[in-house]
């Protein structure tokens, strides 16, 4: 499925996806979900960045969050990047951000 954004949309999408520690949280996520801890020891970056991108992810609809409840009755979030492949074209002056989500 190829999902297209607006104009302003697809600078902000892709400067995000193109931002060094954004594209290690969506590697680290993209075949199975993970809590944030799990996510931090993995690539080796503060929890509070995680959270941030994970944020702006969320705006652009780019993760799939599950909630779990532990046996203490605690929530446990864990992402999932919704995002297969990643087109971009540019012409004239202007990007075009095809996203391709699973």
């Not at 996806?17 to 503060?46: A, Y």
């Amino acid at each position: 499925m190829v999902h297209k954004n607006t104009e302003t949309d697809e600078a902000h999408v892709l400067k995000l996806i193109t931002e060094p520690q954004s594209r290690k949280i969506m590697e680290s996520i993209q075949e199975n979900p993970k809590s944030v801890i799990q996510i931090s020891k993995e690539i080796g970056v503060l929890q509070s960045m995680i959270y941030r991108r994970l944020h702006k992810f969320e705006k652009y609809n780019l993760l799939k969050t599950t909630v779990k409840i532990t046996n203490e009755g605690k929530k446990s979030f864990y992402y999932q990047s919704k995002i297969n492949g990643v087109n971009v074209s540019y012409e004239k002056g202007n990007f075009q951000v095809n996203l391709i989500f699973n």
